[in-house]
């Protein structure tokens, strides 16, 4: 019901900057947190930032100070800016979009419900 298309990612040197963007379309009017995660090869997706449908923001200790989560509901886009890039930032990098949706239930109660729906990925590489 949302579709996510990430964009920004790519080749840059150690402390230098990207900005990846992830655009959602669809079933938008839902949209409640976004966020961004990393996975690197042979390691775990890791959280690096999250951010409500308030603004309020986290992120992960080793991003922190670097990295800058922001989202446009207007463009329903949210951002990732990361600044001072090392090495081991390096990895491809996962949007997520989270959906609030009331339902009601066979029993006749209502429920609040979150989808979550993730990117394809964009890779990014920091060399020494």
């Known amino acids: 019901q949302v579709q996510l298309v990430e964009s920004g990612g790519g080749l840059v040197q150690a402390g230098g900057s990207l900005r990846l963007s992830c655009a959602a379309s669809?079933?938008?009017?839902?949209?409640?947190?976004m966020g961004w995660y990393r996975q690197a090869p042979g390691k775990q997706r890791e959280l690096v930032a999250t951010i409500t449908s308030g603004g309020s923001t986290n992120y992960a200790d080793s991003m922190k100070g670097r990295f800058t989560i922001s989202r446009d509901n207007a463009k329903n886009t949210v951002y990732l800016q990361m600044n001072s890039l090392k090495p081991e930032d390096s990895a491809v990098y996962y949007c997520k979009v989270d959906r609030s949706l009331r339902e009601r239930l066979p029993s006749g109660f209502w429920r609040t419900e979150t989808y979550h729906t993730w990117g394809q990925g964009t890779q990014v590489t920091v060399s020494s």
């Open positions: 669809g079933s938008v009017s839902s949209i409640t947190d």
